[in-house]
């Protein structure tokens, strides 16, 4: 099983910057495609980012596109979310997954992890 741990949250101001981690343990999940989702107060969950196993292919949400850029590190079974230009409205948790289907927007695992708190200020 797959353990994931999401790290780098905090509280910036609108504009500034954070980069999120997401650590794996137990399976190599170098072999999955990986990718970042959030949830807003009283908001469903929703797809933010994804990335190829490889690292060739990637893909956002339409509002986040030239703001976040996401990558992973095979040897590390880590995959990043640099965030710049933040907005309020990308407050929420962040959590990180396997992803499949079309566009890799769909979770693979049916769990998640603890998430790490994004929250902008205006």
């Known amino acids: 099983q797959v353990q994931l741990v999401e790290s780098g949250g905090g509280l910036v101001q609108a504009g500034g910057s954070l980069r999120l981690s997401c650590a794996a343990s137990?399976?190599?999940?170098?072999?999955?495609?990986g990718g970042w989702f959030r949830q807003a107060p009283g908001k469903e969950r929703e797809f933010v980012a994804a990335i190829s196993w490889s690292g060739r292919s990637t893909y956002y949400k339409d509002s986040v596109k030239g703001r976040f850029a996401i990558s992973r590190d095979n040897s590390k079974n880590t995959v990043y979310l640099q965030m710049n230009s933040l907005k309020p409205e990308d407050t929420g948790v962040y959590y990180c997954?396997?992803?499949?289907?079309?566009?890799?927007?769909?979770?693979?695992?049916?769990?998640w992890g603890q998430g790490t708190q994004v929250t902008v200020s205006s």
């Open positions: 997954n396997a992803v499949q289907g079309a566009g890799l927007t769909t979770p693979l695992l049916d769990y």
């Open positions: 137990g399976r190599t999940f170098s072999s999955y495609a």
